[in-house]
């Protein structure tokens, strides 16, 4: 007996999940109308367009967030990014802590090999991210509010810009500098902001434009996904520091909208989202959704109707983004939930239980298989 889970999916009865509107999907990738989504790896890679292919049919391209620790280390998602990507964030490889712990000891081992794996397979790289407070190694914390020098920031841009500038397009120069609760005036009282004040973002932005002259330069930030009054306050201190670069002529390309999206924050309601990014559209910036995926707020529930959860969130909100000319861009981070940062470590924790513990708010689940969520992402890349 099937029993419909709704937004175009249903249990067989026999435990796997099967697309009701397989024939419209099935004839995008001219696939036999026979497949079904679950635990098909093998015809899964087989028959149905990446996810790379659906968002280009929308002028977008469709990337993930991933570490080439676990690329190497994990075929199984080493294929499924070869499989869906056209881009690729680096989690954690760009960031400065990782680049030099200490001072002037570089470490470009796995910023590297990540900058060769997405060359070698023709993938395009985002630069995540040569500015963030919470990534700043400590040394240069403390150097930065003692002797308050941007020569510091600076080298670091040097350094990082001019190894990674052919093989990257677009950057996150700055990340996270809104706090609309207890920032100032709306930006985040981080390590930069107390030692040269607000004109740091501008500063930084025409710093990596001196170094990177045809890169894509992005502010990325998150928490502007949901109707409250925080994240309504968010969307107003971002739209106001757009303002303010664009008026002082800083070089700014586009912003990254995290786009973390959150269950216990929901009903996601459509317009404050629409509002915002026409907003930001009109100051004639791109737009790039860079760090999607969907946190759960119950995992008790049964698995079917978390992942139906998971899936129409996710459905929502791209309608809404894509439907935004200036979105030139997806990226998931991360690509199945064994590798997602929205895991919390369960030790101890039977099999079984383990496992339906671990967050579903990625395209694929833990063993690799595409859920509900991957396909309504399909869905909504395709819908015109
Ligand atoms: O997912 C990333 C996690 O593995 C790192 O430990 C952490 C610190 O570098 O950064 C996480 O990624 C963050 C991203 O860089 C910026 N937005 C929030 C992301 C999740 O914390």
């Known amino acids: 007996m099937r029993v419909s889970i709704g937004a175009g999916w249903c249990y067989?009865?026999?435990?796997?999940?099967?697309?009701?509107?397989?024939?419209?999907?099935?004839?995008?990738?001219?696939?036999?109308?026979?497949?079904?989504?679950?635990?098909?790896?093998?015809?899964?890679?087989?028959?149905?367009?990446?996810?790379?292919?659906?968002?280009?049919?929308?002028?977008?391209?469709?990337?993930a967030a991933v570490r080439i620790d676990q690329i190497e280390a994990d075929p199984g998602l080493r294929n499924m990014v070869l499989r869906?990507?056209?881009?690729?964030?680096?989690?954690?490889?760009?960031?400065?802590?990782?680049?030099?712990?200490?001072?002037?000891?570089?470490?470009?081992?796995?910023?590297?090999?990540?900058?060769?794996?997405?060359?070698?397979?023709?993938?395009?790289?985002?630069?995540?991210t040569l500015l963030w407070d919470q990534s700043t190694p400590r040394w240069a914390k403390s150097q930065l509010l003692h002797e308050r020098d941007w020569t510091l920031v600076a080298r670091h841009f040097e350094i990082v810009l001019s190894r990674y500038r052919d093989r990257v397009r677009e950057?996150?120069?700055?990340?996270?500098?809104?706090?609309?609760?207890?920032?100032?005036?709306?930006?985040?009282?981080?390590?930069?902001?107390?030692?040269?004040?607000?004109?740091?973002?501008?500063r930084a932005l025409t710093e990596a434009r001196r170094l990177a002259p045809d890169a894509c330069l992005m502010i990325n930030d998150y928490g502007f996904?949901?109707?409250?009054?925080?994240?309504?306050?968010?969307?107003?201190?971002?739209l106001r520091l757009v303002e303010r670069l664009k008026r002082e002529g800083a070089p700014l390309d586009g912003i990254g909208v995290q786009a973390h999206l959150d269950l216990s924050k929901g009903p996601f309601r459509p317009a404050p989202v629409r509002e915002f990014l026409q907003e930001l559209a009109q100051f004639g910036i791109e737009i790039v959704i860079t760090e999607f995926d969907v946190r759960e707020s119950d995992r008790s529930a049964p698995l079917d109707l978390r992942d139906r959860r998971v899936a129409?969130?996710?459905?929502?909100?791209?309608?809404?983004?894509?439907?935004?000319?200036?979105?030139?861009?997806?990226?998931?981070?991360?690509?199945?939930?064994?590798?997602?940062?929205?895991?919390?470590?369960?030790?101890?924790?039977?099999?079984v239980?383990?496992?339906?513990?671990?967050?579903?708010?990625?395209?694929?689940?833990?063993?690799?298989?595409?859920?509900?969520?991957y396909w309504s992402m399909h869905e909504a890349f395709r819908k015109v």
């Open 225 to 238: 996904d949901y109707d409250n009054p925080v994240e309504a306050k968010r969307r107003r201190s971002m």
């Open 12 to 63: 067989d009865g026999r435990g796997e999940i099967v697309h009701t509107r397989r024939s419209a999907l099935a004839a995008l990738a001219g696939a036999p109308l026979a497949w079904t989504c679950p635990a098909l790896s093998r015809e899964h890679s087989q028959t149905t367009p990446s996810l790379a292919a659906a968002a280009r049919t929308r002028g977008c391209y469709f990337g």
């Open 84 to 128: 869906d990507c056209s881009a690729l964030a680096p989690e954690i490889h760009f960031k400065w802590d990782q680049l030099e712990p200490r001072e002037g000891h570089h470490i470009f081992n796995a910023a590297d090999g990540l900058a060769d794996f997405a060359h070698a397979h023709g993938l395009a790289l985002r630069g995540h």
């Open 171 to 202: 950057w996150d120069v700055v990340n996270e500098p809104i706090d609309s609760e207890s920032g100032e005036a709306g930006l985040r009282a981080n390590a930069f902001l107390r030692t040269f004040g607000p004109g740091y973002i501008g």
């Open 353 to 373: 239980e383990a496992a339906r513990s671990l967050n579903r708010g990625l395209p694929y689940d833990a063993a690799f298989n595409p859920k509900p969520m």
């Open 312 to 351: 129409d969130e996710a459905r929502a909100y791209l309608e809404v983004a894509l439907d935004q000319p200036a979105v030139r861009g997806v990226v998931t981070w991360g690509l199945s939930d064994r590798h997602s940062w929205l895991q919390d470590q369960r030790r101890g924790l039977p099999r």
